[in-house]
């Protein structure tokens, strides 16, 4: 059985979960800008929870190749007051702080936020997994080749799942070091990959079963599919749906999506030819 522990709250990841995205910023690839008061913001959240999302993933901080820096304090003042706002509408909720830096993740749980998402799995921030291991949070850890600024400039791989698979190894093992006991392995598509090594990694997503760690696949809407297709990030939601159920069939626990209902179909559907 694959469970986390979200503060007390065991949840289990042997049916896959959904984690919906909520980006703060000004400038993200698909809704950036688009929620940025607090009606708008607890309207999206609602419809999420509705829609059947475990986790809500919260970013104050736009990864999407040579997105400007935005400064900690900033990150702070757009995220912190957030999450208080969601959990004092909806205090059940499951919130996921997507940052890379280990004073906004401390403060963030503080104020009630319950696992963290770092793009970097902590080479960003040498005080990251010691501060998750701190707090006793689950810890999502994702790949990435460079920063946000330069991850796209030349991504070279000899053989990338291979090298991915060492890489988790030897993140796990750090991680453990830090007493973090709940690990969920983010093979980080689009993050510092061609097309191909993005394609090549969803083609053989099972292997990363090896690491006995759930997986969370986060593809919703990105450039391996829109540029393949031709197609605006807008458009890309029937393909996006194609591309979660080959992750559901090759081993996902979670699916990190912007669209909430439609991610819930594919679990439901993949489910019927599973169990």
């Given at each position: 059985?694959?469970?986390?522990?979200?503060?007390?709250?065991?949840?289990?990841?042997?049916?896959?979960?959904?984690?919906?995205?909520?980006?703060?910023?000004?400038?993200?690839?698909f809704?950036?800008?688009?929620?940025?008061?607090?009606?708008?913001?607890?309207?999206?959240?609602?419809?999420?929870?509705?829609?059947?999302?475990?986790?809500?993933?919260?970013?104050?901080?736009?990864?999407?190749?040579?997105?400007?820096?935005v400064?900690?304090?900033?990150?702070?003042?757009?995220?912190?007051?957030?999450?208080?706002?969601?959990?004092?509408?909806?205090?059940?909720?499951?919130?996921?702080?997507?940052?890379?830096?280990?004073?906004?993740?401390?403060?963030?749980?503080?104020?009630?936020?319950?696992?963290?998402?770092?793009?970097?799995?902590?080479?960003?921030?040498?005080?990251?997994?010691?501060?998750?291991?701190?707090?006793?949070?689950?810890?999502?850890?994702?790949?990435?080749?460079?920063?946000?600024q330069?991850?796209?400039?030349?991504?070279?791989?000899?053989?990338?799942?291979?090298?991915?698979?060492?890489?988790?190894?030897?993140?796990?093992?750090?991680?453990?070091?830090?007493?973090?006991?709940?690990?969920?392995?983010?093979?980080?598509?689009?993050?510092?990959k061609?097309?191909?090594?993005?394609?090549?990694?969803?083609?053989?997503?099972?292997?990363?079963?090896?690491?006995d760690?759930?997986?969370?696949?986060?593809?919703?809407?990105?450039?391996?599919i829109?540029?393949?297709?031709?197609?605006?990030?807008?458009?890309?939601?029937?393909?996006?749906?194609?591309?979660?159920?080959?992750?559901?069939?090759?081993?996902?626990?979670?699916l990190?999506?912007?669209?909430?209902?439609?991610?819930?179909?594919?679990?439901?559907?993949?489910?019927?030819?599973?169990?």
């Open positions: 059985m694959k469970s986390i522990n979200c503060k007390g709250r065991l949840v289990s990841l042997d049916t896959p979960r959904v984690m919906g995205i909520l980006n703060v910023t000004p400038d993200s690839f809704d950036g800008g688009k929620y940025k008061d607090e009606v708008s913001i607890l309207s999206q959240v609602e419809k999420m929870l509705n829609d059947g999302a475990t986790f809500i993933d919260i970013g104050a901080y736009s990864s999407r190749p040579n997105a400007p820096h400064t900690e304090s900033e990150e702070k003042q757009r995220l912190l007051p957030i999450v208080s706002l969601i959990l004092k509408q909806f205090p059940e909720t499951i919130i996921s702080i997507d940052t890379f830096r280990a004073a906004v993740a401390k403060e963030a749980i503080e104020v009630g936020a319950s696992l963290i998402n770092d793009i970097s799995a902590g080479n960003l921030d040498p005080d990251m997994m010691k501060t998750v291991g701190e707090l006793g949070v689950p810890y999502v850890m994702m790949h990435m080749q460079g920063t946000p330069t991850m796209q400039e030349n991504p070279n791989y000899e053989a990338i799942v291979k090298e991915l698979l060492y890489y988790f190894s030897s993140k796990i093992a750090e991680a453990k070091s830090h007493k973090i006991n709940d690990i969920i392995i983010d093979p980080g598509f689009g993050f510092g061609t097309i191909a090594h993005n394609y090549k990694i969803l083609k053989q997503l099972a292997l990363f079963q090896l690491l760690f759930p997986v969370l696949a986060g593809v919703s809407r990105k450039s391996m829109y540029k393949v297709l031709e197609i605006s990030p807008q458009d890309a939601l029937n393909a996006t749906s194609v591309l979660h159920t080959i992750a559901l069939q090759n081993g996902a626990s979670i990190r999506v912007h669209d909430v209902k439609e991610a819930m179909e594919c679990v439901k559907l993949a489910e019927m030819i599973t169990d």
